[in-house]
Nanobody, 125 residues
């Protein structure tokens, strides 16, 4: 599985941005977005199942970010609205092959088997 994330950039607070993650190879159970701010650990942002499309969000982005998918294109999106300076981070997409059947929580990095290279998002105040 190869994941290619794109769409990052420099925006102002309150702006919107849409990230994309194109997956090649085996699609697996679910896709997730994580982010890592400077000097901080990587954290969960959102997840979507390929089948059915159920979603989960971190509390910090709930109501502002929307994760979606296009099964035909094997692509997952992260629509980010009302961006804040604290959203500044490198955003990574990840593929979970087994998902909930692993017994590992969906928000844990260990639940994901493949990672994209990351795309940088900078939100200025």
């Amino acid at each position: 599985v190869q994941l290619q994330a794109s769409g990052g950039g420099l925006v102002q607070a309150g702006d919107s941005l849409r990230l994309s993650c194109a997956a090649s190879g085996r699609s697996g159970f679910a896709m997730g977005w994580f982010r890592q701010a400077p000097g901080k650990e990587r954290e969960f942002v959102a997840r979507i199942r390929w089948s059915g499309g159920s979603t989960y969000y971190a509390d910090s982005v709930k109501g502002r970010f929307t994760i979606s998918k296009d099964n035909a294109k094997n692509t997952v999106y992260l629509q980010m609205n009302s961006l804040k300076p604290e959203d500044t981070a490198v955003y990574y997409c990840a593929s979970s092959l087994v998902g909930d059947f692993s017994g590992i929580p969906y928000y844990a990095e260990d639940s994901y088997d493949y990672w994209g290279q990351g795309t940088e998002v900078t939100v200025s105040s």
